[in-house]
């Protein structure tokens, strides 16, 4: 072996966690607050745990919807005023909503930090749902899936395979919502969505930046304080059945490259099998020495391919894409892949081979720990999925806990036929379709 | 009462002007300019190299070259094969990429501090000693024209290309975008060639920002980079003109798949450089440039035409484009693409207010900190850009100033002067057969093409 790394540590003094404080309200709303004067700025992230899970058939991407509708005018700051007032200050956001969680992301200058709780209190509170907003909005999503699924070829093929590898649990429908339900969604929907899950007890808010910790505490306690605490959302009931048998599907549409996509079924953000897949997933398409990019891109057997796993409340998938070369069989694309996965199960992973994947996490989990907006958005996302939000100080000893028998055993376990889904898209010809 | 005190707090705040951190820079003997940025709390080193050039200096027959040649940097050096290059970026965490923009080629790394010796001495030789295997050569090219087709099923995607050849055309750099034949036609002799020429130490930019010790970095910097051959600097032309319309023209792509009609309505801006740079970045961001901008009011939030409508000005080291974009369902295409034009008659007739400008500066001043000084690797890009434009470090230790001394006036006026109403450039991707009617009226003469074939604008 030509080059020899040595291992990479994290240590908490770095990541500057001494200055981490959190508080949680009276009304259970969790505060996580870390100062930072590099810029005379503040990352104000709130991680509501409502996402699509929550959701039923009739109703699919409402969560994504209401969103959108937090946009778009309170009891005090009416329709438009968020984001001018906002914009009007220094201040931008942004928002996303996943399979699990509806997270609002503001950036502004210091200076805007109590308007901010008071625009946020606002909406929480007593967010208004104006007949002709929720109309204008929903042509706002609409296009918004016609950008992402429609017209997109990968979107479209991960919103058909992910149905299809789960048959029972809500991570059965998209995020976005199916069409016909984001042409009915009705104001009762928005209104049973923000009673279900907008409530502070379930929601954790996040400051970085150029602020003091007895500031926000006094701010938290004025403005968000106040708002009651209520039932947080009934639990999910539904668990996905195990799967008996491998699932294909296949799309035609008219496209110039196919693409495939293949899933497997793997456990929830807290199982430490989830830490060991972070592993796998890095040495299958992380960096140009991964062995996915070797075998698949190197070879001129696809134009791009990578595997990856997100953490997630429930029971999740293990996801790998590959966009086949021109004139290349799809089947051998997926033979490459169904190789390498065998390797992992047959081989023991080299020990330099395995500390490079380590090092790559670790570097990685560094860089996104640059700037306020990534930090803030760690902290929280650790809060919520992993627990508690001090494991982000951790992560470098669970990841260098996991072994090369682990990743061997785990790969055994999930990278089975029995367990995997297989969608691929077949280009047809666009004559064909008008 | 509370409002009065609140607005006397944001003055004071933004106000406090954003400055650059001392930095160094330094032109060695073979003309390599080298900037040296230390800041210390992450242990991260960030390695900013700049060749002259860009996709300018792509030959008119090949364009592509720039963006090949760096592309495989990396595929092969004296020291490393690919595979072991990409062993030792990857073994040490480190981060390696390479790429042209319209005028410059920036090849961008980052390393932990402790790793500072490997990490340089990998940029370097990726820099400045690549080899160019004829497989590897192969492999990029090949790859690289079915990546035009992973384009081309990408509407969002595609557009711009679409635009830009037909903007500019192919006699000027900024319309020579690479399609299937000017890929085909690169051959390893124009790599070496063109890696001989540009790759030289007149025509490099060094930039070393993080954390490590100054003295020795620069003993590295000038046994490694300092070593090039001095060749040239690039011989940038002076001046090539925006095409001017004399009548509406109008593009028209056909995706016959295609649910939405994705949109770009070009005219002719400004270069990196003008005086106007300042209030020309109010009034677009004001224009297009941010969430309740005229454009996404008037598309996304009243009518909800579309999820997103934006305009932006290029900033380029030669005139560009400024541009409009969006997108929406294909029955909606007129009806979008007309309010848009009724926003932009609506900026030049009736010009922006002082509460407009008064709330895009304090927008515009908000988010400079996290945008241009946050991190190392941030300051590290606006050396390099400082470098390759000719501008002085007044441009970011001046910025807050310049902003506050716009006026309403200078701000209209500018408004005026840029964004004109006719004879603009039209680019409609979509169904054509369901909105070809729609696009003929936007310009009599409609030029069409095909997203499944090959190339882009022109025939």
């Known amino acids: 072996m030509r080059t020899i790394f040595a291992a990479l540590f994290l240590s908490s003094a770095l990541l500057g966690q001494q200055d981490i404080k959190t508080y ?21 992230y709130f ?18 919807f209401f969103e959108h509708m937090m946009f778009n005018g309170a009891k005090k700051y009416g329709p438009k005023e968020f984001d001018r007032v906002m914009e009007k200050n220094g201040g931008g956001n942004n928002a996303y909503t996943s399979n699990d969680v509806t997270v609002y992301t503001d950036w502004f200058p210091t200076s805007a930090l109590e308007l901010m709780f008071d625009m946020e209190a606002d909406r929480i509170r007593d967010l208004a749902f104006d007949p002709k907003m929720i109309e204008s909005e929903r042509g706002v999503v609409y296009s918004e899936r016609r950008s992402s699924v429609d017209n997109s070829n990968g979107g479209m093929l991960s919103e058909l395979a992910e149905a299809t590898a789960f048959e029972a649990h809500p991570y059965h429908w998209p995020v976005l919502g199916w069409p016909s339900d984001i042409e009915s969604w009705t104001m009762e929907d928005l209104k049973n969505h923000w009673s279900m899950g907008y409530a502070p007890n379930n929601c954790v808010m996040v400051i970085v930046g150029d602020v003091k910790f007895d500031q926000v505490l006094e701010l938290s306690k004025k403005y968000l304080e106040p708002i009651p605490r209520r039932e947080p ?4 009931r539904t668990k996905e059945p195990e799967q008996m048998g491998e699932r294909r599907v296949t799309l035609s549409k008219p496209a110039l490259l196919p693409i495939q996509i293949f899933l497997y079924h793997v456990p929830n953000a807290k199982d430490p099998d989830t830490r060991v897949l972070d592993v796998v997933s890095t040495l299958l398409s992380s960096g140009q020495s991964s062995r996915l990019y070797k075998r698949l891109v190197d070879s001129q057997l696809a134009l791009s391919a990578g595997g990856y796993s997100g953490d997630a409340f429930d029971p999740t998938l293990f996801q790998v894409y590959i966009q086949p070369r021109t004139g290349v069989d799809p089947a051998a694309t997926e033979k490459a892949l169904f190789d390498e996965l065998t390797r992992l199960q047959t081989e023991t992973v080299p020990e330099a081979e395995l500390r490079k994947a380590k090092n790559q996490m670790l570097a990685s989990l560094y860089r996104r720990l640059k700037t306020i907006a990534g930090r803030a958005d760690l902290l929280g996302t650790y809060e919520v999925f992993r627990g508690d939000y001090s494991r982000l100080f951790t992560e470098d000893k669970e990841i260098e806990a996991v072994t090369a028998a682990d990743i061997q055993r785990v790969a055994q376990k999930y990278f089975t036929a029995r367990n995997r889904t297989v969608a691929t898209l077949i280009p047809e010809k666009p004559e064909v379709k008008q | 009462m509370k409002r009065l005190l609140m607005a006397l707090v944001l003055c004071a705040s933004l106000n406090a002007q954003v400055k650059l951190p001392p930095y160094t820079r330094e032109v060695l003997p073979n003309g390599t300019v080298v900037y040296m940025m230390q800041r210390t709390g992450l242990p991260l080193v960030s390695f900013r190299v700049l060749v002259k050039g860009g996709t300018e200096s792509d030959p008119v027959a090949l364009p592509g070259l720039a963006s090949v040649t760096a592309e495989l940097l990396r595929r092969g050096t ?9 062993e030792e970026i990857d073994g040490l965490g480190g981060t390696f990429g390479a790429g042209p923009n319209d005028q410059a080629t920036t090849i961008n790394a980052e390393f932990l501090s402790k790793d500072f010796d490997r990490g340089l001495a990998l940029v370097a ?11 590897e050569v192969r492999k990029t090219v090949a790859r690289r024209v079915d990546g035009l087709k992973s384009t081309k099923d990408s509407p969002g995607a595609a557009i711009n290309s679409y635009y830009r050849t037909f903007f500019f055309g192919g006699g000027h750099p900024y319309g020579r ?12 002799d124009n790599i070496a060639d063109y890696h001989k020429s540009m790759y030289v130490g007149r025509n490099l930019v060094v930039i070393v920002a993080g954390d490590f010790d100054p003295a020795k970095a620069k003993a590295r910097v000038t046994e490694t980079f300092g070593a090039a051959p001095a060749g040239n600097a690039y011989p940038f032309v002076a001046d090539a003109p925006v095409p001017k319309n004399n009548a509406p023209r109008v593009l028209l792509v056909d995706k016959p798949d295609a649910t939405q009609t994705y949109f770009v309505i070009a005219q002719p801006g400004v270069r990196r450089s003008t005086p106007d740079r300042v209030p020309l970045t109010l009034v677009n961001t004001l224009f297009g440039g941010r969430f309740t901008s005229m454009i996404n009011d008037a598309l996304r939030i009243t009518s909800g035409l579309t999820y997103g409508a934006s305009s932006s000005v290029q900033m380029s080291r030669l005139d560009g484009a400024i541009t409009i974009n969006s997108y929406t369902k294909t029955d909606t295409t007129a009806q979008a693409i007309d309010l848009a034009l009724q926003v932009l008659k609506n900026l030049t007739d009736k010009g922006i207010s002082a509460d407009q400008l008064a709330s895009v500066k304090a927008y515009v001043k908000g988010f400079y900190p996290t945008n241009t000084v946050e991190t190392a ?16 470090r007044d441009e970011v230790d001046q910025f807050f100033t310049r902003v506050d001394a716009v006026t309403l006036d200078q701000a209209n006026a500018v408004a005026r002067k840029y964004y004109r109403s006719d004879n603009l450039t039209f680019v409609l991707l979509g169904n ?9 009226k936007y310009g009599p003469q409609l030029i069409e093409r095909k997203a499944k074939d090959p190339g882009w604008a022109s025939m």
């Open chain 2, 78 to 86: 004296a020291q490393h094969t690919a595979a072991q290059f990409s």
């Open chain 1, 233 to 236: 959302p009934p639990p999910v």
């Open chain 2, 377 to 392: 690797d941030q300051i590290a890009s606006v050396l390099g850009e400082m470098e390759i434009f000719g501008l002085g």
């Open chain 2, 177 to 188: 975008v690479p399609d299937e034949a000017s890929y085909d036609r690169i051959r390893r």
């Open chain 2, 432 to 440: 054509a057969a369901k909105i070809r009617d729609v696009a003929k």
């Open chain 1, 47 to 64: 991680f509501y745990k409502i996402g699509s899970r929550n959701e039923h058939p009739g109703a699919t991407g409402v969560s994504h």
């Open chain 2, 125 to 135: 030789d990726a820099v400045l000693h690549p080899t160019f295997p004829d497989e």
């Open chain 1, 24 to 44: 949680t309200l009276a009304n259970g709303m969790k505060v996580i607050v870390q100062e930072d004067h590099g810029v005379p700025n503040v990352a104000m």
